[in-house]
């Protein structure tokens, strides 16, 4: 079964318009200047016929030898070759509108354009009209028809160009080989560029923080140097310092970091270029577009100039537009793209192209990117950006003129939608922004969400391609950057899989070979990302060298971080006066005396100099995936005039942010120049009078030293933050120790947990329908108080109140607190208004790290104001226990038991927990009673819903709203959840397309559901799925909303912010006087509404609700919503019906072959609609959906059989008939077999010896000898052409010896592709110790004929070679 992404390349590459049937190049052209190729009239483009529309047929052939020639349409469907002759030197040819549906040829692979010509594109003179193209057109609706103006457009046809000076071996750029000083004439190069013609223009790139570095200088000339690389003397002398030092700078441990400046060549002999025009117009140029075309196309050598259309979508230097799957064959190599409007190579649902060794400078927007995130398997190698700016005007989204989705304003010169690519050895040589951004979202957007198999991808969670010594340096922001959602790598993640069966299961993206130097940003700011490993890198010359912010489970390897090296770039405005700390108008510090004074970055004095910064993780990802930093150097943090350190924390943090890390470090090393650790005080001032921000968890980082590289203590240990409540007991640690320039303690022998703490704020109204929002702020709120028994250390944490809603709107608390192992703790949760302790309604207590030092954590955590904690030894809600009294006797095992003490103790021991609610119970009863939560709405429940984009709220349409209990829903279509539009795509029991407009509708949705004695319930446990917005009513009054605005809300109101949850957030609702909403005898409305926040964003719904039983002193009956059991679970007289739609319950169900649904019939659920699986046929295919391939039916024979007796074997019917030849050798070495290599079978082939047969599935082919060498004793006779050995099964490993223990091998054999044998046979062989025999005989018995069949043989004892014996079947 093909894959989504195969499946929707497939997809895209039926939308293809075919090319213009067109012949072999042919062997004569007619010429353009010859008027009898246009029937004797007068030459296009010329003269009086200046400005025609000229069309090259099929078939025909023309060869454009004049110049100039100025027309507004050349449609070529033939054959167009430009002359290359020494007598035409330089060509002009200009029009409105280019379109390739043929093939337009200038120069050749072997022979480069030699001559010069100048292709312009200019404004339409017929008022700017764009060219409509509607050709051979397929019917698509999806695909625009319009190519713009100044369009150079290929449709279905190929351009043939080639134009790079000296050929396909010239380089497109080059390095310095010594550094370039301000008035030098001559530059030297690494590389032979004595084919760079005289009257170019090259570019030298920066090597300071500064992007605009760059200078264009003319050549004069090009001599080579005999010991290789090239002299190239400039036609004026440079303005500035260019880093070109072969032996690059120092990184203090004996090795060196290439930071030398690129030299690029900006011109070639073919060149396309835009009329510029002044404003209104000026940000319009030509555009190049490669449109749903299947062909090869070969773009080398060529120059574009003022292309790209700034704020057109689609308009761009070189744009492949939906051309599907490349296969690797066009050549996109060796262009250079400068003065650019908008953006440089665009990949748009294209895959397998490569595009290498381009040069972009001073272009505008994203440079080199693919557009939508579904594109795959492309290669961007040894491509070159300098100078990429910013865009003036975003593109719009066409649905709203005066809203974006775009980025380009922040521009990067590699934009990365989809890590599914390759990057290798390219040059971000400075942006105004970043030099890469992998800018990942949850989903694809634009066209691609219109091709099925490619609109369910989710890029950010896509696999990783190849990231390979990629250079960024002289950037204003970061040289990388994963930002703001980051690359999460899984395992699987698909989202045409039902939504409870989605595998987040983490996996690893790797880069390797960075080197990021002189950024005024970070080096490498990795956000919201997971599992990403960074490998052989190097930071140099950074504000920071990688911050890490936001993410989980990154592992830093093998890599070197410098802080300031000898590159000291263009100080401007150094005074004389040595100075040793700045700041220094324009200059960096440190200035020494006889020191020359150093460059500065953006603002790079104010700030901390780390080599890494590691702040907070990202909520919700899984804290046992720790940092770990291994087998890393750093050289030059030197702290004297600023913080600086190979390692800092928490510079970005939130003022009342509480969070622990979990990071590890080994094998760690600095120089004597760079200090190791710092950890930022709370409120510390940095030089240039900046604040950190106070974050609390400033107070509570800890670093796992794992081998006491920084504690120089060989059992390793923990570097503490300088906070007496976190440091270890004295007595236990006497080895634990200060260190001022870390601002922290190293105490080895030392093991730290990380544990966190989730409870609701006391207080919190989650169901008031107020224009007014709480204004409470964090210092309002709870605090967290952990005390250490041993020595009443105490830890006091009032931070980070989770906000899914209006300002604090849930009122979530989540403390993630660093404890010392091997420890008792007392935690106490306080208000600060009278600083007593209280007792919130629940509290979640889990431990979120690996353990990887060892040691267990004691919490006792006691009740106040005479509540008591009740455990819930069933985590689980137990749907059955809530029945009435009488059927009390017969379901006791299905009661859920509490204990309840004033104090709980918890031992958390071993890796990443559980988590362990505990809730408080006012009137405690010791033992077994009534479920202390009673399920009412299961999640996955069916609903009625309605997404048709109506108004149906009471107070704006008049009539009845659909959250009343009397509204009448019955033409609503039902469905299980999640119902929505999720992940992009909508997931219901009917079809939905998103509407054209700029937002997702309002979606509505209902469900009945029945109690009794609901004065028994005191209150309602929640879990919503919130994504974005959502308000729920219960009997037609509001009584929860989430991150929705106060007041009124209509149809279109919006989610206040983009949410992006996929996990149910809990809500307890208490039902008491002051509540407006309560539940009703019988029957009950639970309706809601769920709300998007932009039209990017997603829009789905499902709910858990269950009920707080007060039975202690109520012992009435709740009465449940009805469950598949064959019972009369909600008392209204019928069994499994659903009382929604009085129908049996169904739910959803799922086969390897589909989705469907499932029917409750006598108490089961039974009768899957899933699709019904086929027979199964030898294609390779697994037709009856078992999950094997090209399996018999038969538990007796492990491959199909095919018709007359043939065999399947890797989705071939083979021959097979009477095989009457009589034996022959298999020689020692010979390939060909057959073999299981897993030691033991499957539980599912228990032993070798019983009728049971190995499916070929299971089996891999190759060459012997297998661990030992392989003999014969058999006698023979040739086998003419046929092998016989391809026949033959033997295991690659054999099972080892132990303690005498007999094994059983048995060999089943079938035919391969490539030869015609008939039948195969089975070697069985016991296995003994050599102390057990010698060799023994192997007698022989004929068995069935049956192609695949099993043939067995007596035990044979061997000691160190295996003897095998062989037979065959006649036509007996």
């Known amino acids: ?163 790079m000076p000296g050929g396909s071996s010239t380089p497109a750029w080059t390095k310095l080989t010594a550094t370039a000083q301000p008035n030098d004439l001559v530059i030297t190069v690494q590389d032979d560029v004595t084919a760079w013609p005289l009257d170019a223009f090259v570019v030298v790139t920066s090597t300071d923080y500064f992007p605009d570095q760059a200078e264009v200088v003319g050549i ?19 303005r500035l310092n260019h880093f070109g030092d072969p032996k690059g700078v120092p990184d203090g441990f004996g090795g060196f970091i290439d930071e030398r400046a690129e030299v690029a060549l900006l011109n070639r002999t073919i060149a396309i270029t835009g009329t510029d025009e002044p404003a209104p117009y000026h940000r319009e140029g030509g555009h190049f577009m490669v449109f749903m075309s299947r062909t090869p196309q070969f773009i080398e050598g060529v120059e574009f100039a ?187 993640w698909s989202l045409d899989s039902p939504l409870s069966q989605w595998q987040w299961k983490p996996s690893t993206g790797t880069i390797s070979g960075l080197l990021l130097y002189k950024q005024a940003g970070d080096g490498f700011f990795m956000h919201n990302s997971d599992g990403i490993i960074i490998t052989n890198s190097t930071f140099a010359d950074n504000r920071q060298g990688l911050n890490l912010l936001g993410n989980t489970g990154v592992r830093v390897t093998d890599s070197r971080f410098v802080g300031l090296s000898p590159n000291y770039g263009n100080p401007r405005n150094c005074d004389s006066t040595p100075q040793m700390c700045g700041p220094v108008t324009g200059c960096e510090f440190p200035l020494a005396p006889g020191q020359q004074g150093r460059s500065q970055g953006w603002s790079h004095w104010k700030n901390p100099l780390f080599g890494i910064i590691i702040d907070q993780p990202t909520f919700g990802f899984d804290f046992s995936r720790a940092h770990a930093i291994s087998n890393c150097r750093f050289h030059a943090f030197d702290s004297t005039c600023r913080p600086a350190a190979a390692i800092g924390t928490g510079i970005n943090g939130a003022p009342k942010d509480t969070w622990a890390t979990a990071t590890s470090i080994a094998a760690v090393q600095g120089t004597d120049s760079t200090n190791l650790l710092f950890f930022p005080p709370r409120n510390f001032t940095f030089p240039g009078g900046d604040v950190n921000g106070g974050s609390e968890a400033t107070d509570l980082y800890t670093l796992w030293d794992r081998d006491g590289s920084f504690l120089n203590a060989s059992l390793g240990g923990y570097l503490v933050a300088n906070n007496s409540a976190l440091l270890p007991p004295t007595k236990r640690f006497p080895a634990c120790r200060p260190v001022p320039a870390w601002n922290a303690y190293a105490c080895p022998g030392t093991c730290y947990r990380t544990v966190m703490f989730t409870y609701l704020e006391p207080g919190f109204s989650v169901y008031e329908n107020s224009s007014v ?21 105490v830890i006091t944490v009032d931070g980070n109140l989770r906000s899914v809603g209006n300002m604090w709107a849930a009122g ?86 509490f204990k309840f003490k004033p104090t709980i103790e918890l031992l958390f021991d071993g890796s990443y927990s559980d988590p362990v609610v505990l809730r408080a119970s006012p009137n405690p009863v010791v033992g077994c009673r009534l479920p202390y939560r009673c399920g009412l709405i299961a999640p996955e429940s069916t609903w009625a819903y309605d997404v048709s984009g109506r108004e149906l709220h009471a107070a704006i349409t008049g ?135 932009i039209w990017t964003t997603e829009n789905f719904f499902d709910l858990k609700l269950s009920a707080q039983m007060d039975s202690a002193t109520c012992s009435g009956v709740l009465i449940l919503q009805e469950v598949c059991d064959g019972l009369d679970n909600n008392n209204d007289g019928k069994v499994d019906i659903d009382p929604l739609t009085d129908l049996p319950l169904t739910r959803p169900c799922r086969n390897p072959c589909g989705a469907g649904v499932e029917t409750c019939i006598e108490g089961a659920f039974q009768n899957c609609t899933a699709p019904v699986h086929g027979p199964e046929v030898c294609n390779g295919v697994d037709d009856n959906c078992d999950g094997l391939v090209d399996n018999s039916p038969s538990l007796s024979a492990p491959q199909l059989d095919c018709a007359n007796g043939s065999v399947c074997f890797k989705g071939q019917c083979l021959p097979v008939g009477p095989l009457t030849v009589p034996l022959t050798t298999i020689a020692k070495g010979a390939s060909g077999w057959l073999y299981y290599d897993k030691g033991y079978l499957p539980q599912s082939y228990p032993t070798w010896s019983t009728n049971t047969n190995v499916p070929a599935r299971l089996l891999k082919e190759g060459a012997a000898p297998f661990g030992f060498n392989t003999a014969s004793s058999c006698s023979h006779q040739p086998l003419a052409a046929r092998q016989w050995r391809q026949c033959l099964l033997l295991p690659q490993e054999l099972p080892s010896y132990r303690g005498g223990r007999q094994q059983h091998l048995e060999l089943l054999c079938v035919s391969l592709p490539s030869y015609s044998l008939h039948t195969c046979i089975l070697l069985a062989a016991m296995l003994t110790p050599p102390s057990f025999s010698s060799r023994a005989s192997l007698s022989q018995r004929r068995t069935s004929t049956t192609p695949g069949a099993t043939v067995r043989f007596p035990s044979l004892l061997f000691s160190s070679h295996l003897y095998t014996s062989c037979c065959h079947a006649d036509s007996a």
């Open 812 to 897: 979530q608390r989540i403390f993630v607190v660093p404890l010392l192992a091997n420890a008792t703790y007392e935690v106490n949760v306080g208000l600060p208004s009278n600083n007593q302790a209280f007792f919130p309604s629940n509290i979640t207590v889990q431990v979120r790290d690996s353990n990887g030092c060892g040691g267990p954590v004691t919490l006792r955590i006691p009740a106040r104001q005479s509540n008591q904690w009740a455990i819930n030894e069933e985590q689980d809600v137990n749907w059955k226990a809530c029945l009435g009294t009488a059927d009390r006797a017969a379901l006791q095992f299905s009661f859920v038991c």
């Open 220 to 238: 004069i000339d090009v001599v080579a140097l005999p010991s290789g690389g090239s002299k190239i003397f400039l036609e004026k002398p440079l």
């Open 306 to 492: 003022q292309m790209g259309q700034q704020g057109k979508l689609g308009r761009y230097n070189i744009h492949f537009h939906v051309c599907g799957d490349d296969q690797g064959r066009s050549v996109v190599r060796k262009n250079v793209m400068h003065d650019s409007k908008q953006r440089c190579v665009v990949v748009h649902t294209t895959f397998n192209l490569t595009v290498q060794e381009n040069v972009a400078y001073h272009t505008r927007g994203h440079c080199f990117m693919v557009e939508e995130g579904g594109e795959t398997d492309n290669t961007f190698l040894r491509n070159l950006g300098i100078w990429t700016r910013a865009v003036e005007v975003l593109i719009p989204l066409s649905s709203d003129p005066t809203k974006t989705e775009e980025t380009d304003d922040r521009p990067s010169t590699f934009w990365i939608t989809n890590p599914n690519n390759n990057l290798i050895g390219n040059v971000a040589a400075g942006s105004e922004d970043s030099g890469y951004w992998m800018e990942l979202r949850d989903r694809v957007r634009g066209f691609t969400l219109s091709y099925p198999g490619l609109n369910a991808t989710v890029p950010a969670n896509g696999p990783f391609g190849i990231y390979r010594d990629n250079v960024a340096h002289s950037n204003r922001g970061p040289g990388w950057r994963t930002y703001p959602k980051g690359v999460r790598p899984r395992q699987t």
């Open 1 to 163: 079964m093909a894959s989504p992404a195969t499946a929707g390349r497939a997809n895209v590459l039926d939308n293809f318009l075919p090319p213009c049937p067109t012949l072999e190049e042919p062997t004569s052209f007619k010429k353009w200047s010859d008027p009898a190729t246009w029937g004797n009239g007068p030459i296009p483009g010329q003269g009086a016929a200046a400005g025609a529309n000229v069309t090259i047929a099929c078939g025909e052939a023309v060869l454009l030898d004049t110049s100039p020639v100025a027309l507004t349409l050349l449609n070529i469907r033939g054959f167009l070759r430009v002359l290359d002759s020494p007598a035409l030197p330089k060509i002009d040819l200009s029009a409105a509108f280019i379109v390739v549906q043929g093939n337009l040829s200038i120069g050749r692979p072997q022979q480069h354009f030699q001559q010069r010509i100048k292709i312009t594109l200019t404004p339409n003179p017929n008022n700017r009209a764009d060219y409509l193209f509607t050709e051979n057109l397929p019917a698509e609706p999806a695909f625009p028809r319009n190519l713009g103006h100044k369009a150079f457009a290929v449709v279905g046809g190929q351009v043939d160009l080639h134009g």
């Open 959 to 1093: 009539a009845m709203g659909f959250s009343s209990p009397r509204f009448n829903d019955a033409s609503w279509p039902r469905g299980p959840a999640i119902i929505g539009y999720v992940g992009w795509r909508w997931n219901g029991v009917n079809t939905w397309t998103p509407p054209s407009g700029d937002a997702l509708p309002t979606f509505y949705y209902r469900r009945a559901f029945k109690v009794a004695s609901s004065a028994c319930v005191t209150g309602l446990f929640v879990d919503v799925i919130v994504n974005d917005g959502v308000l729920l009513y219960l009997n037609g009054v509001e009584m929860l909303r989430v991150n929705m605005a106060p007041g009124p809300v209509n149809v279109s109101s919006r989610a206040l912010s983009n949410q992006n949850v996929w996990d149910f957030a809990s809500f307890f609702i208490p039902l008491n006087a002051t509540a407006p909403f309560s539940l009703a005898e019988g029957t009950n409305y639970i309706a809601a509404e769920s709300h998007a926040a």
């Open 773 to 793: 929002p709480d204004t409470r702020k964090r210092g309002d709120f709870s605090y967290l108080s952990i005390r250490r028994i041993e020595d009443d250390a």
